[in-house]
Structures are given as structure tokens and as C-alpha cells.
């Protein structure tokens, strides 16, 4: 099956700069690549995806890269703000397998005033 | 609307006794899933339900774990005999089917199930 793999376990940014997390995935089957999030104390809630049929999608201060050859994806946030700091799951979703979603182990971001 | 309900939010059982967690989906998401979240193992799939229909249950340990979904308003995780290892956060999500597979999971805030 899928499996992911979430390169930094921590990461620690100045607030303003940009902080990059990167996941690795297995299955070329897998064509669905969402994000998580989970602050201090609450569930995980949705940040951003990106299907497999592009190779950079952005949100305000996200942006999501793929590249499918490498089977690699990962998640920059730009001007980082104190509110950023929480864990960051990445996940993949093999379309034939079903719904399901395997996730990374997640990034616990810091970002120091 | 509001969110994926979870109860109880923090159960304490003893070792070999029954654990049942429940979940309320969001009104109208047609998939549940369940995931255990731990230090040491992340956040792993467990199981998930479709229209009330048990679709993938790749991830529960066979033996003790079982899960059900009796109607669209809620969905359960019973483990029974229950050992210190099962000690987790339990989350349930629910989701509506979306375009192209993209399908966005709404997390409830876990039962945190801690087995003296």
C-alpha cells in the first residue's frame, strides 16, 4: 500500500521568512495530495491539496508543489506569521483504492518572533 | 453546523474492559472514516463507511476492533478487551465526494482513550 513520508519532523522559521515542508509517496498511483493542519490542542482541519493533474497550485500564502516523477510534493508557506506554527500533515490518496488517506508523519512548525 | 461530534472526549478504561466511541458525521457527508492518532505511529487509517456502507476496513486490527454505522447520523468504534497499546486519540471525519477525488476530510476533536 501508499506509504508517505514527511522529511522534517520540526522546523523552526523567523516570523516573515518562508518555511518549507516536504513529503515523499510510493504509489504512482496515487493522484490526490491534500494538507493538513492541527494547532496546539485541536484537530486536524484542511489547509490546501493539489491533484496530480497540475504541478503548482497556490492559496494566499500556501503554494503546493508536485512532481509527479519524483514522486514528491511539498508545502511553502511565504511570510510566515506566529499563527502558522502548528503540525503539518501531508497526505495521498490512491484514486482506486478508494477514498482513503494516507498520511505523513507530520512537521511541527515553529515560527519564532 | 456543528462539525463532526465526537464523544466521549476522553475515555479511561482498564485493561481487558469494552471501549465504545462515537461519532456524529457533518448532516449530509456521506463518508465516515476512522483514524487513531499516536506519538509513535501518526495518524493511521483505521476504517471508513460509504453511505452508511463499510467500504475499507484495511486498517482495524481484526480481533478486538469492529466498527458500525447503524444509520447516517452516526457511526462506532467498539474495542473490546482492550490493552495499553489501543491507548490513542481516535478521530473520526466525515466528507462529501468530490471532483476529480479530491474529497476534503472534516475531523472531529478525537476521543482521547487512555488503558490503565
Known amino acids: 500500500g501508499e506509504k508517505v513520508e514527511q522529511h522534517e519532523s520540526t522546523l523552526s522559521v523567523r516570523e516573515g521568512d518562508s518555511a518549507v515542508i516536504n513529503c515523499t509517496y510510493t504509489?504512482?498511483?496515487?493522484?490526490?495530495f491534500p494538507w493538513y493542519k492541527q494547532e496546539a490542542g485541536k484537530s486536524l482541519h484542511f489547509v490546501i491539496d493539489?491533484?496530480?493533474?497540475?504541478d503548482r497550485k497556490q492559496s494566499q500564502r500556501l503554494i503546493v508543489l508536485l512532481d509527479k516523477k519524483a514522486k514528491r510534493f511539498s508545502l511553502h508557506i511565504t511570510a510566515t506569521q506566529p499563527e502558522d506554527s502548528a503540525i503539518y500533515f501531508c497526505?495521498?490518496?490512491?484514486?482506486?483504492?478508494?477514498?482513503?488517506?494516507?498520511f505523513g508523519g507530520g512537521t511541527r512548525l515553529t515560527v519564532r518572533p | 453546523n456543528a462539525g463532526v461530534i465526537q464523544t466521549p472526549r476522553h475515555k479511561v478504561t482498564g485493561k481487558g474492559q469494552e471501549a465504545t466511541l462515537w461519532c456524529e458525521p457533518i448532516?449530509?457527508?456521506?463518508?465516515v472514516f476512522w483514524y487513531r492518532q499516536t506519538i509513535v505511529q501518526g495518524l493511521e487509517f483505521l476504517t471508513y463507511?460509504?453511505?452508511?456502507?463499510?467500504?475499507?476496513d484495511s486498517g482495524m486490527p481484526k480481533e478486538r476492533f469492529s466498527a458500525q454505522m447503524p444509520n447516517q447520523s452516526h457511526s462506532t468504534l467498539k474495542i473490546q478487551s482492550t490493552q495499553p497499546q489501543d491507548s490513542a486519540v481516535y478521530l473520526c471525519?466525515?466528507?462529501?465526494?468530490?471532483?476529480?477525488?479530491?474529497?476534503?476530510?472534516?475531523f472531529g476533536s478525537g476521543t482521547r482513550l487512555t488503558v490503565l
Open positions: 471525519a466525515s466528507s462529501l465526494p468530490g471532483g476529480g477525488g479530491a474529497e476534503t476530510l472534516y
Open positions: 504509489d504512482t498511483a496515487s493522484s490526490y
Open positions: 493539489i491533484r496530480s493533474n497540475v
Open positions: 497526505a495521498a490518496r490512491d484514486n482506486n483504492a478508494g477514498a482513503k488517506l494516507t
Open positions: 448532516s449530509g457527508h456521506s463518508a
Open positions: 463507511f460509504r453511505n452508511q456502507a463499510p467500504i475499507d
